[in-house]
């Protein structure tokens, strides 16, 4: 399969290409012409892509040809507000639009826990969520196939290797899931035909990634389509 990692460069994309360059042919969108080599040696394909000055015109050259698109950048919630707005909202949207235009087959979105309720959120994440809710917005009406990823708060931790997955996730308050994890989660959605039209909820749990992520095998209908502002409040 072909595949177009964007955010490559990051932690979690970084693991996400490492892993997906094993068995497919991938390509890096890339902020950083000096780390080309770098990635290269990894066995990825590369592009560099000036996010300022040509970022429509890169993404969509980078997209012909993909059977599927991981758009994982991201400034993280710590991020500047500029940074948010580009890496968050405008890398993500302009990803999807050009991966609309090849028909790409699936694309997996990294977003963030809480974004379905930026309102709900802390002032301190207001911003962050905000710009991954019209993201999620933006791709659920697009008619992708898509999955989203929302992971609760991403720690530099060892990976468990098992998570607890839900379209509607409980008990998140303090909760954590490694970058390693998060990175294996958006590797194994990417073949999986039962994630497409999901916008899945993950923390560090009991459960094996791959057994947590068998919605379909459990009977599990996709809630795909939901305008995410207009959910209701969690209780």
Do not use: W
Request: hydrophobic share 40%.
């Amino acid at each position: 399969m072909k595949v177009l990692v964007i955010g490559a460069t990051g932690k979690i994309g970084k693991r996400v290409l490492k892993s997906l360059a094993k068995t497919h042919q991938v390509t890096a969108l890339i902020r950083y012409p000096e780390l080309q080599a770098e990635y290269e040696k990894m066995g990825a394909h590369v592009l560099t892509v000036d996010v300022e000055k040509e970022l429509e015109k890169k993404v969509h050259e980078a997209t012909s040809g993909q059977d599927a698109v991981i758009i994982a950048a991201t400034a993280g919630a710590d991020g500047s507000s500029t940074e948010i707005e580009l890496l968050d909202r405008n890398v993500a949207m302009n990803a999807i639009d050009a991966a609309k235009k090849e028909r790409v087959r699936h694309v997996v979105l990294l977003s963030a826990y809480g974004a379905d309720q930026p309102n709900a959120a802390p002032k301190e994440l207001f911003n962050f969520l905000s710009a991954n809710n019209a993201a999620d917005e933006y791709i659920e009406h697009s008619g992708l196939n898509y999955t989203i990823i929302c992971p609760v708060t991403i720690v530099d931790e060892p990976s468990k290797g098992s998570i607890e997955a839900s379209e509607d996730l409980n008990d998140a308050d303090g909760a954590t899931i490694s970058e390693t994890d998060v990175a294996t989660v958006i590797a194994a959605s990417l073949d999986n035909r039962g994630l497409y039209g999901r916008r899945i909820e993950i923390k560090s749990g009991s459960t094996p990634i791959n057994e947590a992520l068998d919605f379909e095998g459990r009977g599990e209908v996709a809630n795909g389509g939901r305008t995410t502002l207009r959910r209701p409040q969690r209780s």
